[in-house]
């Protein structure tokens, strides 16, 4: 399974559109990245996710390299209740994304 | 509406005591997860199922216990075994057979304390 990295944490104000950038650089031709958000005491919920190029929903845009190595989520215009911890993995769409890994995720905290 | 349903949302157990942790999902998945998240920490997982009566060990299985006798059912037990048991559990479930699935679909969780 490839191991992603990502910030540990990050500050932004409401308005602003905050880039979090992950790293996967032993990633699979197979591995999708996915993207996913959790508040407290409640589960991770999907947000969005990608193979190649970029992926936009109503939520946010997924941004991939050509080489796939990393991946940028872009959130545009934050609001305080995006304040939510981010984890980004990578998993094998094929194989039902079995023992997916979370890190540690990055705790994104928007401020007024 | 199709889901993950985890019960219950708190729990508090004595020192010595088994306890079960119920999970149950509609949304016909095929397999399912249980992970364990301690503070500001990311989620580790304990066991997984991919058919029913089928079931292996993740990263961190030593004091927890499952069954899948149910496609719907995947009840975690955490016994008296489990050294530092107190913490918050989630549960999730994913498709095998559906290439545009999203992923895993998680439960609210259930809060485990130790007293």
Partial sequence: LAKTTQPISMDSYEGQEVNIT????N???NDYITWYQQFPSQGPRFIIQGYKTKVTNEVASLFIPADRK???LSLPRVSLSDTAVYYCLVGDLNTGFQKLVFGTGTRLLVSP | DGGITQSPKYLFRKEGQNVTLSCEQNLNHDAMYWYRQDPGQGLRLIYYSQIVNDFQK???????????EKKESFPLTVTSAQKNPTAFYLCASSTLSDRES??????????????
């Avoid at chain 2, 993740?58 to 899948?68: F, K, L, M, N, T």
Wanted: hydrophobic share 25%; charged share 10%.
């Fill in chain 1, 22 to 25: 992950c790293s996967h650089n």
């Fill in chain 1, 27 to 29: 990633i699979a031709t």
């Fill in chain 1, 70 to 72: 990393s991946s940028t």
């Fill in chain 2, 58 to 68: 993740g990263d961190i299985a030593e004091g927890y216990s499952v069954s899948r």
């Fill in chain 2, 102 to 115: 999203y992923g895993y679909t998680f439960g609210s969780g259930t809060r485990l304390t130790v007293v």
